[in-house]
């Protein structure tokens, strides 16, 4: 009998011992995780904007290059710093955090809702990426939407010219390797580079079809192969897309752009 209660205390007293351990470490490691997720967002938005170079410093690369703006959606104007918080702010920018304040987000009417996020920001980071003379040369926006089983997070890279598409990659999805998963294929995501968002009149014309893109259609260049095997996801990443690049999204942003009158507010 005293046999069982010793190895009962035993086991309580290594549980005990255990936690400690365990909670000891989620804390202490807690700043190394803030610190390395934030690096893999700077390395994700280098990869977007083909800037990323294997084993070179991250910080370095993205401070020499990129300059990050904060962007009003409703008016397509760049945020002044007056207007910065710990929420709003483009150093710290994390959608996650925005949709949860209140003073950051709003609800999407279900009718406009086609990337399945119910509420999103009311301001989104943008990366501009600047050449050697400070002229930027391509625009990261930051994107994310439902796929199948995940919310989907990710870049898409638009050259200064406002129609073409430099870079695409998605930094967070939990869709089926293989199947929705090979959204992260870098070989499928080469296939963005290059295509059409607008057409000329800067009608939005990008779209992600459900099958391989016929070379001789006329409208090859505004459209992306499907993953084969993942419809559900493929509809999800064309509908993300759309919404981003829309009115609904970076659309004014887009707008002041073309017409040169992007104002500070
Ligand atoms: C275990 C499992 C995982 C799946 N994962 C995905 C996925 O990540 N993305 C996706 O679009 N479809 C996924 N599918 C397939 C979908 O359920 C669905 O059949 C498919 O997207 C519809 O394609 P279809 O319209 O070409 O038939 C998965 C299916 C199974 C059985």
């Not at 638009?158 to 930094?171: E, Q, R, S």
């Not at 963005?192 to 459900?210: M, N, P, R, T």
């Not at 942003?253 to 017409?259: A, E, P, Y």
Request: with cysteine; hydrophobic share 40%; net charge positive.
């Amino acid at each position: 009998m005293s046999s069982i209660k010793q190895t009962i205390l035993v086991a309580l007293g290594v549980c005990f011992v255990a936690s400690i351990f365990v909670s000891t470490a989620a804390v202490k490691l807690k700043p190394i995780q803030v610190k390395n997720k934030k690096m893999d967002l700077l390395k994700n938005i280098l990869v977007a904007g083909d800037l990323y170079k294997e084993g070179e410093d991250v910080n370095k690369i993205y401070k020499e290059n990129v300059q990050p703006e904060i962007v009003d959606l409703k008016s397509g104007n760049i945020l002044k710093k007056d207007k910065f918080d710990a929420v709003m702010n483009p150093n710290d920018f994390d959608i996650r955090c925005a949709v949860n304040d209140a003073k950051w987000s709003e609800k999407i009417p279900a009718d406009k809702d086609i990337a399945g996020i119910k509420i999103m920001p009311t301001a989104m980071a943008v990366y501009q990426v600047l050449d050697k003379n400070k002229n930027v040369i391509k625009y990261i926006l930051p994107i994310y939407g439902k796929g199948l089983w995940s919310t989907m997070y990710g870049f898409i890279a638009l050259d200064k010219d406002l129609h073409t598409i430099k870079g695409f990659t998605f930094y967070d999805q939990g869709e089926t390797p293989g199947l929705g998963g090979e959204v992260d294929n870098p070989k499928w995501k080469k296939l963005w580079i290059g295509k059409q968002a607008f057409d000329k009149s800067g009608k939005l014309k990008i779209e992600v079809i459900k099958r391989i893109v016929d070379p001789d259609d006329p409208d090859a260049k505004y459209k992306i192969d499907g993953l084969s095997g993942a419809t559900l996801t493929t509809r999800g990443v064309n509908h993300l897309v759309r919404f981003w690049l829309s009115d609904d999204g970076y659309g004014h942003f887009i707008k002041n752009l073309r017409g040169d009158k992007n104002e500070q507010i």
